[in-house]
């Protein structure tokens, strides 16, 4: 199984208290080239996981995709998945306008992150 998709509950229940680079800034770019590893917030989270696929290498993959892809702030709630990854799912069927925004912007980001880190 893709090691991506494995994290993907943790990706998706994946990825900032405080900031491992700029982050995108007004709305993040997905067409934007990622570099192939950072570390920062995403990256410590992902390798304080229990997942078996962790490594260094598709952490800081994670976190590159994250820098390139994602604000500080959402960063920040990425990171609040890996301590709890209820949080994911409360946040994915929310009514807000804010989370359903949010969630948008992950989904495209885990989509990033499994072409980009596989």
């Known amino acids: 199984m893709n090691p991506i998709k494995m994290m993907a509950p943790l990706a998706v229940t994946l990825v900032l ?4 680079g700029g982050g995108a800034v007004g709305g993040g770019r ?9 570390t920062g917030p995403i990256h410590s989270a992902c390798m304080r996981s229990d997942r078996a696929a ?22 920040a709630r990425v990171v609040a998945f890996f301590r709890d990854p209820h949080l994911a799912q409360v946040t994915r069927q929310s009514d807000r306008r804010g989370d359903e925004r949010f969630w948008t912007r992950y989904k495209q980001f885990v989509s990033v992150a499994e072409r980009t880190c596989a």
Do not use: I, M, N
């Not at 993959?61 to 959402?74: I, K, N, P, Y």
């Open 17 to 20: 208290g405080a900031c491992g």
């Open 30 to 38: 997905f067409d934007a080239p990622v570099r192939s590893f950072a």
């Open 54 to 75: 962790r490594s260094s290498s598709l952490c800081g993959c994670v976190q590159a995709t994250a820098d390139a892809t994602l604000g500080r702030s959402e960063q």
